[in-house]
């Protein structure tokens, strides 16, 4: 292996290359391995019980997010049945398909080793670690980004213009994963308008023919908002112009968590690799940095300025974190010296592979229990003896269902009970208009109210029920430790309508 002045790496002779391939593969398969065992183990999240819903009965779209996310849960389910392993089965999937494709991407654009370097690092990142076993929209908005990208470095290595219907089709997928999808239209648009050899491409119909696919795969999203008031939009792009006063903390909270999610080494080899790549832009023109900088600009400049007024959950940027592992293993080959430059990989991947490795350990057997102390994981834990509570003080009351009001307790004990006993959020129901809706008779029926001490709604129950009975409160735990009390009421008597109604998103403006 050998380094160059432009930071590309090179392999010399067929059996290095033929060794490093099985390497990687052999990385691959050992890792797949350890994420199917692990997303079997561990519980699910609370988004991943609600997206379970969406899994039951597959529709154009949901409230939420586009529906990507529900289809590949349905799929996980019919392959690994009722359980956390199938509800993430797709995922394990996914990291499989990306890494595979970002080696490919890697390797066409900077050379064999900067391919193997980048799946190296995009293998151990904490934040994909995490996302090659929890299931989320975040998992297919992953895959279709890299997957463009990939087909991208295709058309920009053979010139063969059929490669923008492959574009299309995967930027129309990442479209039913999630709108943060829509900044790839951003990165394919700088990238065609940047150089003119790429603006050549505005005369070929294959350009046109890639959007009009990912228009038409898109198309059950607005079709979904169409027969809904909008609703998804609504509630997804209100959150852009939702814009509050300055607050540097969200900065460092955001470049901060990019630092541990992503590893402290990795992420310095990836800003010199950045920084290299636009050297090389500038001065030569290069294509292949061109396409790197563009994939992840305008997210990462977006979400720059959105956290100047507003926090920036960790994971949107998670379609970055790819790029970062390319643009790591360019950073890596400006060091001329082999030996420097395999200490320097093995450190990265070793310290980023630390994080990750304690992640999963925290996530599967808890290091520490704090009650007191709010910490991710503790929505995993204790639901299995507190559906088993639930279940036991319905039976003992009459109740015929359970009655909540957040999506978080709807889809765990939905998930825990498994249609033993019909578990039914009473407003928000927009989020559930894809699932069969409640027997009426089963609604007037009385009903067992179980909700997160904070987010329980007395109010509303006086509301809709003529007979609220306080029957005091469970708690869920782990190990001794309370991690959140749930308040329980009795309610009968339902006055119409008993649930909420479906026409309008959370939190939107209601129609005059």
Known sequence: MAGSADGRLTTRGLGSDALGKILILSLLAGMTLARTLLAAAIPLTDDEAYYRLWGLAPALSYLDHPPMVGWMIAAGRAVAGETALGVRAMAVLASVIGALALWRTARLLFGVEAGRVAVLFATVMPLLCVGAIVITPDTPSVLFYILSAWALAELRASENGNWWLAVGLFAGLGLLSKYTNLFLGVSLLAWLVATPANRRWWRHWQLYAGGLIAVIVFLPVPIWNLAHDGASFTKQFGRVVDIGGPKLSWQFELWGALILLAGPVIVWLAASGLVLSAGRLAKQRDDAALLLLCMPAPLLLYFFAHAFHGRVNANWLAPVYPFLAIAA????????????????????????????????????????????????????????????RVAETARASGARWIATTSYATTGQLAFQLDGAIPVVQLDERLRYVHLRQPDPATLEAPALYVELE?????????????????????ERGERGHVLARYRVHLVDGGIRPVLGPAGRAPGSPTRP
Do not use: C, M
């Open 454 to 474: 904070r987010r329980a709604r007395p109010d509303l129950l006086r509301e809709r029920f003529r007979t609220v009975t306080d029957l005091g409160v469970l």
């Open 329 to 388: 293993a360019v950073g890596l080959g400006r060091l001329s010296d082999a030996r420097q430059r395999s200490r320097t990989a093995l450190v990265a991947a070793s310290v980023s592979g630390a994080i990750a490795a304690l992640v999963y350990a925290h996530a599967l057997h808890p290091l520490y229990l704090d009650g007191n102390r709010k910490e991710p994981t503790q929505q995993l834990r204790g639901w299995p003896d507190l559906a088993q």
